[in-house]
């Protein structure tokens, strides 16, 4: 049974003071999203999908923010779908927060629970529901995949967080840490999902800038989050997207550990055909 603290949203009405706390922030660069947003008077519903609840996190923004979606999604008992995913050239990586899901991916079937991640491949066959007597918090992330000649696209992945050995960054003796879902070393990938974490006072020390796009939600625990020219509180629930190029570093606060789930485009060449961004 696994000890990790996943957030799941609460829903329901804000109280009328959130007004004065609000910590939302959007600029070219990066946004925020705090947890106290993901609230039912701004949920969205997706065809083919029962009884679910969505919070769009990330969208693919007119050319120049982000090329990927981020939901999460509370889906009630008995809810989920047999037509989950409209487009067969997008990818999408899954990664439960709370309850039980039953997903069904290429003809396999596997109970999910808090910590499962599964990958499921374009144009891939998959359904989800909830079989749980409680409701169930999912991520869905999903982009276009991008193909390249004379690569197959991968296979899906299942696989519980629990399963990984967290890999310790260089220098920081264990207090950062990253878990892979997906093999750096698969060219055949385009997109990586990790849960990054950091024990109290561990650090990203430096300005990382590259081109990699970033969706990162906060599983747990609190930090200072260095985004372009700011340092911005975030706590779980939160949800930040970065545009590439956005300088990132972060300061973990504690008391307890300080975890994200972590979206970035990987090992792909850019398109230089693309046309001038859209400000
Ligand atoms: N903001 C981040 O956590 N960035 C990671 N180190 C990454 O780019 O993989």
């Known amino acids: 049974m696994s000890s990790r603290v996943y957030h799941v949203p609460q829903g329901g009405l804000p109280p ?6 609000g910590r939302a922030v959007f600029t070219n660069a990066y946004a925020v999203i705090p947890s106290g947003v993901q609230r039912d008077i701004v949920v969205s519903h997706l065809p083919h999908w029962d009884d679910t609840r969505v919070w769009v996190l990330a969208r693919p923004l007119s050319g120049f923010a982000e090329t990927f979606s981020h939901y999460l999604m509370d889906i009630a008992p008995g ?4 037509m989950p995913e409209p487009d067969d050239d997008a990818e999408g990586a899954l990664f439960v927060a709370g309850g039980k899901l039953v997903l069904e991916v290429a003809g ?16 891939c066959v998959w359904r989800i529901r909830n079989r749980g007597p409680g409701p169930a918090q999912l991520h869905w992330i999903r982009k276009l995949y991008q193909r ?29 840490a990253t878990t892979r879902f997906i093999d750096p070393a698969d060219m055949r990938h385009d ?14 020390p430096f300005e990382e800038t590259h081109v990699m796009e970033h969706g ?13 020219r700011d340092w911005v509180e975030v706590e779980a629930g939160d949800y930040m997207w970065l545009r590439a190029f956005c300088p990132q570093a972060c300061y973990a606060g504690g008391p307890g550990r300080f975890r994200y789930l972590l979206y970035k485009d990987v090992n792909r060449h850019m398109n230089l055909r693309q046309g001038p961004p859209l400000i």
Request: overall charge negative.
């Open 148 to 176: 390249v000649p004379g690569l197959s696209a991968p296979e899906a992945i299942l696989t519980n967080e629990d399963s990984i050995e967290p890999v310790a960054m260089p220098g920081t003796e264990g207090r950062w």
């Open 108 to 123: 396999r079937e596997r109970e999910l629970r808090p910590g499962g991640f599964a990958y499921v491949p374009p144009g």
């Open 79 to 82: 809810g989920g779908s047999d």
């Open 16 to 21: 009328q003071t959130d007004l004065l706390g």
């Open 216 to 228: 990162l939600y906060v599983l747990e625990g609190k930090a200072v989050y260095r985004l372009n």
């Open 191 to 204: 997109m990586h999902i990790n849960v990054v974490t950091f024990e109290p006072g561990g650090t990203i």
